[in-house]
C-alpha cells in the first residue's frame, strides 16, 4: 500500500518517506528496514527525476565520504556537461572546485548559499545551493537551482543604468525607462529640474500620456510595437511646439525572449533638423542658380533684335532665380552709370534715365572700376555704399546690395545691380559666385551682339568695298612662310583667276612666269624679301589661270605678328591696261612715269586683331615725314601730325569705319610747321570665311589741288 502510494504521488515528500521507514525499520528489523528503504528511494527518486530533469534545479546526493552517489539528468544540460554516468564516486570538491563541508556550515547557518562556479564551456553560473532535509545511510541531499540569468538581469540592468547616466553626461537629454506594459518606471535627465518636473508629471504614468499630440503618440507606439516584434533597436522622430527629438527605442530581452523593460532615449535634434533643412534649402536654391546659369550659356544672342531686349530678358530670367527684391543693368560711360532696365519695372520707374556720377560717389566708382564685387549686407553702413544714403538708398528703401562689374577686353563695359529692400540681407557665397558667372556671360554677349552689329555693317558695305578694289585693280594677299599658305582676297583671287582663296604654296611659281630668266629674277628678290625682310615693288609679267600673261606690280614687306612669326603682306595691282598703253614707250621712261605716279600715294593695312600697322609702303617719309618703323612701333603715330582741330575727324571716321565698314575723309596734317591736305580713303577686309580680319587704306597728298581750289572758287571749303 505504502509503495503504491509513493508511486502516485506527483511529488515525493521526504519528511513523510523518513517516517514511513522508521516503521517499516522498528517492525522487520533495521538492516531489513534499510535494505528495503534503499530500493523504494531509488525507484520514488527514479519518479521524481521526470519531474527535475527538465527544471532548473539540480538534485545532487553524495555520502560521508563526499561521494557522489546520485544527480539529476538536466546537470548535462545546466553545467554544459555530458559527464553523465562519470560522476558517481567522484568527491565533490573534484567536480565543483570548493569546500564542502564550508558549504554545508553555511547552509545550516543560512538555510542556503549563493555559489558561482565555471560550468565546462568556462561560463559563470550562479546557483542557489539548499539542503533537502534527508537523513538516510549517510547520504547528504543538496538542490542546486539555476539563478544566472535572474543574477545577470540584475547586473545588466545595475549597468545599464551606469550607461544610462553616463549617457546623459554627454547628450544632455532626457530618458525613460518603461516597462512591458508601457508604464514609466525610471526617468533620467542631467537637468535635475527637468527630471524632478518629469517625475512629477509622467513617474509610474503610461506613455500614452506623453504631453504629444495623438498622432506624435501613435507614431512613438508603432516604434515600439516594431522594436518589440524584431527584437533590435529603433527609432522615430517627432516634432512637438517646433522641437524636433530623435527617439531610440531599445527593448530589452531575457535569454528566454521575454519582455523585461524598454529604454527610451530622447534626444534634441532641433539644431541638427534645422540645418539638415537649411542643406536641403541651400541645395535647391544652387540648383536653381545653377539651371538659371545653363539657361543662358545656351541663349541665342542672335534671336534678338537689340541689345536693350537682351537687357530686359536678362534681368527676367535672374530675378525668378535670385532671392532679392531689385535686378538692375547700368551702363558704364564717361566716369558714370546710367540705368538701363531692372525688375520688378514697379521699382524702376523712378529710376528710368538715372545716372550715377563719379564725383558724387568716388569710394563707390573706385571698387566697381578696379573689378572689385561689391558686397554690402548693410549698404547704410558699408564704406563703399554709404555715399548713396540719402539720395539712394533711403529713397528707394534700399538695405543691401551686391553690385557685380562687367568688363570686356579689360575694360569696365556696365555692372549688375542686386539689391534687397525692407530688411537687411546677408548675401551667401552661393549668390557672390552666381554673380560673378552672371559678369562673364553678359560680358560675353554683349562682346557677341557687338559683333554681331559689325558684321551687319561689313555685309552692306561688302559690295561697295568690291567696287571700290575693282575700280582701282587692286587686291592684298598675305603670305605665311612657316606653313606655307596664301590667304586672296577677293580682289587679288580675282586678278590672279585663282577659284581658291587659300593656297597651299606661294603664289608665285615658275609656271606663272614667261621665261625662267624672269622666274630667278623674282625668287631673288622673294628670297631677299623673307629672308633679309628686304621689301618688293616690282612689276612682272604674270601667266593666269586661263594661260594668258597680265601685268601685275607687286608691293610686298615681311613683318611679325604678335606671336613673333613672319608673315609676307602684299598688294596687286593690275596695271595690264596701263602697261599696254604705254608700250611705246622706252623701259627707262615707263618706270620712271610709273614710279612717278605711285609715289604720291601711301597703301597702308592695319590688322584689326592685332591692333597694329602691317603695312605702309615707304613714300610714307615723303607724305608724312615718318618712317616705316615708326608706324609699326606706334600705333597712334597720327597724333603727332594731324592737324589738333581735325582729331575728331580722324575719331569719327574710325566710328563711321564699323559701321559702315568704309569711309572717305580730308584732314591736314603739320609736317615741319607746314599744312599738308591729306584725301583719305579705307575699307574694311575679309577673309574667305567672311571675317573682319584687316582695315586697308590710301592716302594721298591733295595739298596742290586744294590750295588751287580755293584760289579759283570764291564758295568755302565746305560747300565744296
Known amino acids: 500500500i505504502c509503495l503504491m502510494i509513493l508511486l502516485n504521488l506527483s511529488f515525493i515528500n521526504l519528511n513523510?518517506?523518513?517516517?514511513?521507514?522508521?516503521?517499516?525499520?522498528?517492525?522487520?528489523?533495521?538492516?531489513?528496514?534499510?535494505?528495503?528503504?534503499?530500493?523504494?528511494?531509488?525507484?520514488?527518486?527514479?519518479?521524481?527525476?521526470?519531474?527535475?530533469?527538465?527544471?532548473?534545479?539540480?538534485?545532487?546526493?553524495?555520502?560521508?565520504?563526499?561521494?557522489?552517489?546520485?544527480?539529476?539528468?538536466?546537470?548535462?544540460?545546466?553545467?554544459?556537461?555530458?559527464?553523465?554516468?562519470?560522476?558517481?564516486?567522484?568527491?565533490?570538491?573534484?567536480?565543483?572546485?570548493?569546500?564542502?563541508?564550508?558549504?554545508?556550515?553555511?547552509?545550516?547557518?543560512?538555510?542556503?548559499?549563493?555559489?558561482?562556479?565555471l560550468d565546462y564551456k568556462g561560463n559563470i553560473k550562479h546557483l542557489l545551493v539548499e539542503k533537502i532535509d534527508i537523513d538516510l545511510s549517510e547520504t547528504t541531499f543538496l538542490a542546486f537551482t539555476d539563478i544566472t540569468e535572474s543574477n545577470n538581469m540584475k547586473i545588466e540592468i545595475e549597468k545599464d543604468q551606469k550607461r544610462l547616466k553616463s549617457?546623459?553626461?554627454?547628450?544632455?537629454?532626457?530618458?525613460?525607462?518603461?516597462?512591458?506594459?508601457?508604464?514609466?518606471?525610471?526617468?533620467?535627465?542631467?537637468?535635475?529640474?527637468?527630471?524632478?518636473?518629469?517625475?512629477?508629471?509622467?513617474?509610474?504614468?503610461?506613455?500614452?500620456?506623453?504631453?504629444?499630440?495623438?498622432?506624435?503618440?501613435?507614431?512613438?507606439?508603432?516604434?515600439?510595437?516594431?522594436?518589440?516584434?524584431s527584437k533590435h533597436s529603433n527609432s522615430v522622430e517627432i516634432n512637438h511646439n517646433d522641437q524636433w527629438y530623435s527617439i531610440a527605442i531599445c527593448p530589452i530581452f531575457t535569454k528566454n525572449d521575454l519582455l523585461t523593460e524598454l529604454i527610451l532615449i530622447f534626444r534634441d535634434i532641433s539644431t541638427e533638423k534645422k540645418n539638415q533643412l537649411?542643406?536641403?534649402?541651400?541645395?535647391?536654391?544652387?540648383?536653381?542658380?545653377?539651371?538659371?546659369?545653363?539657361?543662358?550659356?545656351?541663349?541665342?544672342?542672335?534671336?534678338?533684335?537689340?541689345?536693350?531686349?537682351?537687357?530686359?530678358?536678362?534681368?527676367?530670367?535672374?530675378?525668378?532665380?535670385?532671392?532679392?527684391?531689385?535686378?538692375?543693368?547700368?551702363?558704364?560711360?564717361?566716369?558714370s552709370l546710367q540705368f538701363i532696365t531692372g525688375i520688378p519695372s514697379d521699382s524702376f520707374t523712378i529710376k528710368e534715365n538715372a545716372i550715377l556720377f563719379e564725383s558724387d560717389l568716388p569710394n563707390y566708382f573706385y571698387t566697381i572700376k578696379n573689378g572689385?564685387?561689391?558686397?554690402?549686407?548693410?549698404?547704410?553702413t558699408h564704406p563703399d555704399t554709404v555715399e548713396f544714403k540719402e539720395n539712394y538708398l533711403q529713397k528707394h528703401n534700399i538695405k543691401s546690395i551686391l553690385d557685380v562689374p562687367v568688363r570686356i577686353n579689360g575694360k569696365l563695359k556696365a555692372i549688375i545691380c542686386f539689391e534687397n529692400t525692407d530688411f537687411i540681407k546677408n548675401w551667401t557665397q552661393e549668390e557672390?559666385?552666381?554673380?560673378?558667372?552672371?559678369?562673364?556671360?553678359?560680358?560675353?554677349?554683349?562682346?557677341?551682339?557687338?559683333?554681331?552689329?559689325?558684321?551687319?555693317?561689313?555685309?552692306?558695305?561688302?559690295?561697295?568695298?568690291?567696287?571700290?578694289?575693282?575700280?582701282?585693280?587692286?587686291?592684298?594677299?598675305?603670305?605665311?612662310?612657316?606653313?606655307?599658305?596664301?590667304?586672296?582676297?577677293?580682289?587679288?583671287?580675282?586678278?590672279?583667276?585663282?577659284?581658291?582663296y587659300q593656297l597651299s604654296r606661294q603664289p608665285f611659281l615658275i609656271d606663272n612666269f614667261n621665261t625662267e630668266m624672269e622666274f630667278l629674277e623674282f625668287k631673288h628678290q622673294f628670297d631677299q624679301l623673307l629672308q633679309h625682310h628686304k621689301p618688293i615693288d616690282t612689276t612682272i609679267k604674270y601667266k593666269v589661270a586661263d594661260l594668258s600673261f597680265k601685268w601685275i606690280r607687286i608691293y610686298a614687306e615681311s613683318t611679325h605678328n604678335i606671336h613673333n612669326v613672319q608673315v609676307i603682306n602684299g598688294v596687286f595691282q593690275d596695271v595690264n591696261e596701263s602697261v599696254l598703253n604705254q608700250f611705246s614707250?622706252?623701259?627707262?621712261?615707263?618706270?620712271?612715269?610709273?614710279?612717278?605716279?605711285?609715289?604720291?600715294?601711301?597703301?597702308w593695312l592695319y590688322d584689326i586683331h592685332d591692333q597694329k600697322v602691317e603695312y605702309i609702303s615707304p613714300n610714307c617719309m615723303q607724305v608724312f615725314n615718318k618712317t616705316q618703323d615708326e608706324y609699326y612701333q606706334k600705333n597712334d603715330l597720327w597724333t603727332t601730325y594731324v592737324h589738333p582741330d581735325d582729331f575728331d575727324i580722324i575719331k569719327n571716321a574710325h566710328v563711321l569705319l564699323h559701321q559702315?565698314?568704309?569711309?572717305?575723309?580730308?584732314?591736314?596734317?603739320?609736317?615741319?610747321?607746314?599744312?599738308?591736305?591729306?584725301?583719305?580713303?579705307?575699307f574694311m577686309l575679309k577673309n574667305k570665311h567672311e571675317e573682319h580680319m584687316k582695315n586697308s587704306g590710301i592716302c594721298i597728298d591733295i595739298t596742290s589741288k586744294k590750295i588751287k581750289s580755293e584760289q579759283n572758287s570764291p564758295l568755302p571749303l565746305v560747300d565744296q
Not at 439 to 446: F, G, N, P, V
Not at 585 to 603: A, H, M, P, R
Open 372 to 380: 572689385l564685387m561689391l558686397v554690402a549686407d548693410n549698404a547704410a
Open 278 to 335: 537649411d542643406a536641403i534649402r541651400s541645395e535647391k536654391y544652387q540648383q536653381k542658380l545653377d539651371s538659371c546659369i545653363l539657361y543662358l550659356s545656351t541663349c541665342n544672342i542672335h534671336s534678338f533684335d537689340s541689345i536693350e531686349s537682351y537687357y530686359s530678358h536678362f534681368v527676367e530670367l535672374v530675378a525668378k532665380a535670385i532671392n532679392c527684391t531689385n535686378i538692375s543693368i547700368w551702363l558704364y560711360s564717361d566716369n
Open 660 to 682: 559702315q565698314n568704309y569711309y572717305e575723309i580730308e584732314y591736314r596734317i603739320l609736317v615741319n610747321n607746314k599744312v599738308k591736305w591729306i584725301y583719305e580713303k579705307s
Open 432 to 500: 557672390t559666385v552666381f554673380a560673378k558667372h552672371l559678369s562673364e556671360m553678359l560680358s560675353r554677349h554683349i562682346s557677341e551682339f557687338n559683333q554681331k552689329e559689325i558684321e551687319k555693317k561689313l555685309i552692306k558695305t561688302e559690295s561697295n568695298l568690291y567696287r571700290y578694289l575693282q575700280i582701282a585693280n587692286m587686291g592684298f594677299w598675305e603670305y605665311h612662310p612657316s606653313q606655307d599658305t596664301t590667304i586672296l582676297s577677293n580682289s587679288a583671287a580675282t586678278i590672279l583667276q585663282e577659284s581658291n
Open 585 to 603: 614707250l622706252s623701259q627707262s621712261e615707263y618706270y620712271f612715269k610709273l614710279i612717278n605716279e605711285t609715289i604720291e600715294d601711301v597703301f
Open 167 to 229: 549617457l546623459l553626461k554627454h547628450t544632455g537629454d532626457f530618458i525613460f525607462v518603461i516597462n512591458e506594459h508601457q508604464i514609466i518606471t525610471e526617468i533620467f535627465s542631467k537637468d535635475e529640474y527637468r527630471k524632478m518636473e518629469l517625475e512629477y508629471n509622467l513617474q509610474g504614468k503610461p506613455l500614452s500620456e506623453l504631453p504629444y499630440h495623438e498622432n506624435t503618440i501613435h507614431k512613438i507606439e508603432d516604434s515600439i510595437y516594431d522594436a518589440i516584434d
Open 16 to 117: 513523510h518517506f523518513v517516517i514511513f521507514a522508521n516503521v517499516i525499520s522498528l517492525s522487520y528489523g533495521i538492516q531489513l528496514g534499510i535494505n528495503y528503504i534503499n530500493r523504494i528511494l531509488l525507484k520514488s527518486i527514479s519518479i521524481s527525476q521526470q519531474i527535475v530533469n527538465h527544471g532548473p534545479m539540480i538534485i545532487l546526493a553524495f555520502d560521508k565520504d563526499e561521494k557522489i552517489t546520485f544527480h539529476s539528468k538536466n546537470i548535462e544540460r545546466i553545467l554544459n556537461t555530458s559527464a553523465s554516468g562519470n560522476l558517481y564516486d567522484k568527491k565533490m570538491d573534484e567536480y565543483f572546485h570548493f569546500d564542502t563541508q564550508r558549504l554545508l556550515k553555511d547552509i545550516e547557518k543560512d538555510k542556503h548559499r549563493t555559489l558561482n562556479i
